[in-house]
C-alpha cells in the first residue's frame, strides 16, 4: 500500500525520460503490479473498440506480454520479472482490508441489483478476477521470459530492491511507491507503470531516489516518509525539516524503517517456483512453521446470499493440505462466511485416512482420464466437466443444463445465478490446481521412495498433467463469448456428469428433447443397476464415485 500521499509530494522531483535516457538499463518487474496494470491496458483496448464486455484473462496476458517485448523494442532488457512467493506477517492486517473492500464492493453490486439480473460487473474492476497474478506468471512461463521470471521467498517488491542494489544501470517498474524509500546507488530510476506510454510514441516519467535525497538535503527519503506518515497535511518544506530532525534511534522510528532494509530472507527453495502464491505460501507455512497454517483463498465474486463458493473442492483442499501438514490436525482457510469474510477451520486427514483418500483420487482420476478419451472429450472440457462433478453434490437445487452451458462457454446472461454458479465452478477447479501444485512440491522434496504415497501420488501427478492453465480454465462472467466446440456433444456430456453424480437434471428446465431423452435413458440405467444388472463399462458413471464420498 505504501505511505498515503508519498508519491504526490515527490511529484515535484520526478524526472522525464526519453527512450533513449533508458537505452541499455536492465529493468526489474514487479510481477503483481505488471498483472494489474495489464488489465488496465486491456480495459483501455475495449475502450477504444467500444466493445461492451470486460477483459478475459488471456487479453490480460496478451497485453503484459506485448508491453515487456515493446520495453525490450526500445533496447531496455528485462532481467527479472519478480512474484510474491510468501507475504510477510507485517501485510497480514493489509491483505484482510483489502479483502474486506472487495467484499464491500461485491456486496454493494448486489445490494444495487437485489433481483435475479446481474449487469456486466464494470463496476468491480480487478476484483473480477481472483488468479489475476498467477494468470500473468503462468503465461510467463510459457514465454521468452520464462528463464527471467521466478518467485521469491517474500514480497516480490523487497526482491525488486534487493536486485537493483546489486546490479549496474538498474531500474525498476512497479506501481509500489514504498519502493523510493529503499537506498539505491546513483544511476538508478524508479518507473511507474502508469508514467510508461508506449503508445503511440515511448515517454517515461521516473525518480530517482539518490537525486531526490540530493535535492532535499537528505539522507535518506525514509524520514521523509515518517513525518508525511504521522503529518500527512503538512507542506513539503515543513516536512523535510521534520525530517532532518527525527530522532533515527527511536522505536518508533526504527520499527517504520525497518521495512525498507534490502536483507529478505534468502533461504528460498528451489522447488518452490511455478506456484501460484496462495499455495507457496501455505507450503513454506506447512515445511517451515508448527502452527496451523492459514490460506487465504483468492477472493471470488459471488452472490453473497448464497454459502461461499468455496465449500466445493474443500475436500480436494483438504488432501492438499494433509500432505504437509501431518504433524497437526486443522488448516484455517480465510474466505466467506455469510456477509464477511472470516477464518474457517479445516480439519484434516490422519496418515492412515489420507492414504486411503489418495487412493481412492488416484483410482478415480485415472478413470476420468481414460473415460474422457474415450469419449474424444475437447481438452479444454475435460477438467471443467470434472468440476462439474465436484459442484453438482453440494447444491441444494441442481442448475438446468443450458446455464452449465453458458458458464462454459462463457456467455454471459447477467443473472446472479450465473455468476455464483461460475464461482463454484472456479473453486472446484482451483481445488484441483492446488492439489496439483502440492503434489509437484511434495514429490519433489521426497527422499524416501518408499513411502506409499510416493507411487499414487505420482500417478495423480501424471494424469494432472493434462490440466490447462488459467488462461484456457477460468472464464470471467461479462468477457467474449468463448465457445467450446460442439454443443450437442457438451450438452451429452454434462448429462452423465449428473448421473454420475446421482443428480437430476431439472426436467422443467430442459433446453431440448435430446436432454430429456439423455435423463430417460439415465434412469433407465439407475433402475437396472438397482436391479442388479451391470452398468456399461467404461462411462462416467462409475468415474466420480469419490465426488460422493464425505467423511463422517
Request: with cysteine; glycine share 4%; net charge neutral.
Amino acid at each position: 500500500m505504501g505511505v498515503a500521499g508519498l508519491a504526490r509530494r515527490l511529484e515535484a522531483h520526478a524526472t522525464r525520460y526519453s527512450p533513449e535516457d533508458l537505452k541499455g538499463y536492465n529493468a526489474i518487474i514487479d510481477g503483481p503490479s505488471l498483472a494489474y496494470h495489464a488489465h488496465k491496458l486491456a480495459l483501455a483496448a475495449l475502450d477504444r473498440g467500444n466493445v461492451s464486455r470486460i477483459p478475459a484473462y488471456t487479453d490480460i496476458t496478451f497485453q503484459a506480454l506485448r508491453w515487456l517485448r515493446t520495453l525490450e523494442g526500445i533496447n531496455v532488457k528485462v532481467t527479472a520479472i519478480l512474484f510474491d512467493g510468501a507475504l510477510p506477517e507485517t501485510k497480514q492486517a493489509e491483505r484482510i482490508a483489502r479483502t474486506a473492500r472487495y467484499n464491500q464492493q461485491v456486496n454493494g453490486l448486489r445490494s444495487n441489483f437485489p433481483s435475479t439480473t446481474c449487469p456486466i460487473p464494470t463496476s468491480l474492476g480487478s476484483v473480477s478476477y481472483s488468479f489475476l497474478a498467477p494468470a500473468l506468471r503462468e503465461a510467463l512461463t510459457n514465454s521468452e521470459y520464462a528463464p527471467v521470471t521466478r518467485n521469491v521467498p517474500g514480497e516480490a517488491d523487497d526482491w525488486c530492491a534487493l536486485q537493483a542494489t546489486e546490479g549496474p544501470a538498474s531500474l525498476i517498474f512497479s506501481d509500489d511507491t514504498d519502493l523510493l524509500l529503499y537506498d539505491y546507488p546513483p544511476g538508478f530510476r524508479l518507473l511507474f507503470y502508469r508514467d510508461a506510454d508506449f503508445w503511440p510514441e515511448p515517454k517515461f516519467k521516473g525518480y530517482s531516489p539518490p537525486v531526490i535525497c540530493k535535492e532535499l538535503g537528505l539522507p535518506s527519503l525514509t524520514s521523509f516518509a515518517y513525518c508525511l506518515a504521522h503529518d500527512p497535511h503538512s507542506p513539503e518544506s515543513k516536512l523535510v525539516g521534520e525530517a532532518k530532525r527525527v530522532d533515527t534511534a527511536s522505536q518508533t522510528y526504527l520499527d517504520f524503517a525497518k521495512r525498507y532494509k534490502v536483507a529478505p530472507n534468502t533461504a528460498e527453495l528451489p522447488p518452490l517456483q511455478n506456484l501460484d502464491v496462495r499455495i507457496s505460501e501455505f507450503i513454506y507455512q506447512g515445511l517451515n512453521s508448527r502452527l496451523d497454517p492459514v490460506v487465504y483463498l483468492p477472493f471470488l465474486v459471488e452472490d453473497q446470499h448464497r454459502a461461499s463458493a468455496w465449500v466445493h473442492g474443500q475436500d480436494l483442499r483438504a488432501v492438499s493440505y494433509s500432505i504437509f501438514t501431518t504433524d497437526r490436525s486443522r488448516v484455517q482457510e480465510h474466505r466467506r462466511k455469510a456477509q464477511k469474510v472470516s477464518l474457517q477451520k479445516i480439519e484434516l486427514y490422519p496418515p492412515q485416512e489420507l492414504l486411503v483418500m489418495m487412493q481412492t483420487y488416484a483410482r478415480n482420476i485415472s478413470a476420468w482420464v481414460e473415460w474422457t478419451a474415450e469419449r474424444d472429450v475437447p481438452h479444454s472440457l475435460i477438467w471443467p466437466l470434472f468440476a462439474i462433478g465436484v459442484v453438482l453434490p453440494e447444491l441444494k437445487s441442481p442448475p438446468p443444463l443450458a446455464l452449465w452451458l453458458r458458464v462454459l462457454n462463457a456467455d454471459f446472461d447477467n443473472t446472479w445465478d450465473h455468476i455464483h454458479l461460475n464461482a463454484s465452478l472456479h473453486a472446484a477447479l482451483y481445488s484441483l490446481r492446488f492439489l496439483k501444485q502440492c503434489i509437484e512440491v511434495w514429490l519433489s522434496l521426497q527422499t524416501d521412495i518408499s513411502s506409499s504415497l510416493v507411487p499414487i501420488t505420482g500417478q495423480i501427478h501424471t494424469d494432472l498433467e493434462s490440466m490447462g492453465p488459467i488462461t484456457e480454465l477460468f472464464l470471467v462472467p461479462g468477457q467474449a463469448r468463448k465457445p467450446q466446440g460442439d454443443q450437442e456433444l457438451m450438452q451429452e456430456l454434462i448429462a452423465e456428469v449428473y448421473a454420475s453424480a446421482n443428480v437430476e437434471i431439472p426436467i422443467a428446465r430442459i433446453p431440448n428433447k435430446k436432454a430429456k431423452k439423455q435423463q430417460r435413458e439415465a434412469e433407465r440405467k439407475e433402475r437396472k443397476k438397482q436391479e442388479g444388472g451391470a452398468q456399461v463399462a467404461g462411462n462416467s458413471f462409475d468415474v466420480l464415485e469419490f465426488m460422493n464420498a464425505r467423511r463422517n
